[in-house]
Nanobody
C-alpha cells in the first residue's frame, strides 16, 4: 500500500504562487500515473492535473491550464504542483492521488490526506 503525504499549502495573496509536493512511501511511484485534485468548501472534489508515470504526458483542467504545472521526480518518489497566478477561486484542499489513467475521470487508487491552499483577494 502506498502512502502519500502532501505539503506546501498555505495562505497566499491573489496573483501569488505556491508549490505543492507529494511524497510517497511504501511503494515506488515510478510505475504509476499521478494526479492532483481539489475540493473547495461546499463543492465536489474536482480534477486539477495529471501526469503519466514517465512524465511525458500531462493533462490539466481548463480552469488551471497555463497557470499550474505538474511534474515529478521519480528518483525522489515525489510529485509536484507549481501554482502561479493564484485566484481566490483556487482556494481548496488539494489532494495528491495515484490514478489508474491519465484522465480527468480516472479512478483513484490512493489518496493523500490533503493540504489547504487559501488565496486571499
Amino acid at each position: 500500500q502506498v502512502q502519500l503525504v502532501e505539503s506546501g499549502g498555505g495562505l497566499v495573496q491573489a496573483g501569488g504562487s505556491l508549490r505543492l509536493s507529494c511524497v510517497a512511501s511504501g511503494r515506488t511511484l515510478k510505475n504509476y500515473h499521478m494526479g492532483w485534485l481539489r475540493q473547495a468548501p461546499g463543492k465536489e472534489r474536482e480534477f486539477v492535473a495529471a501526469i503519466s508515470w514517465s512524465g511525458d504526458f500531462t493533462l490539466y483542467a481548463d480552469s488551471v491550464k497555463g497557470r499550474y504545472t505538474i511534474s515529478r521526480d521519480n528518483a525522489k518518489n515525489t510529485v509536484y504542483l507549481q501554482m502561479n497566478s493564484l485566484k481566490s477561486e483556487d482556494t481548496a484542499v488539494y489532494y495528491c492521488a495515484v490514478l489508474k489513467y491519465v484522465s480527468a475521470h480516472s479512478p483513484v487508487d490512493a489518496w493523500g490526506q490533503g493540504t489547504q491552499v487559501t488565496v486571499s483577494s
